[in-house]
């Protein structure tokens, strides 16, 4: 229910913009996130932006890092900015009804998307 695109291949410094479309709902009333992962690592935090509007995102991607959400059909965009290496993995889309206090965790949502490849060289 949830597409992702956007992710590639792009050289340090350079920037990705990854889309996350619902494909069957709007998800206008769920809180939805992004979280990336990396083979052998759990998957991580990147950013959230909550049902009542308020986002936040991982400390290490402040300032580089912004979420939005807009047209078409509730599609929510991460734009990544200023990338590095260590940005690289595969970046999933995620959405439910998530207690604030979950909300930088996996096990709070409970839609995801296949996931997109951000491969970012040095």
Known sequence: Q???SGGGLVEAGGSLRLS???SQRPFNREDMAWF???PG???E???ARRR?????YRDSLKGRFTLSRGSPKNTMFLQMDALTPVASGTYYCAAGTVILRRTRAPSGYYY????TQVTVSS
């Open 2 to 4: 949830l597409v992702e």
């Open 20 to 22: 996350c479309a619902p």
């Open 36 to 38: 990336r992962q990396t």
């Open 41 to 43: 690592k759990e998957r």
């Open 45 to 47: 935090f990147v950013a």
């Open 52 to 56: 009542d509007g308020h986002l936040y």
């Open 112 to 115: 995801w998307g296949q996931g």
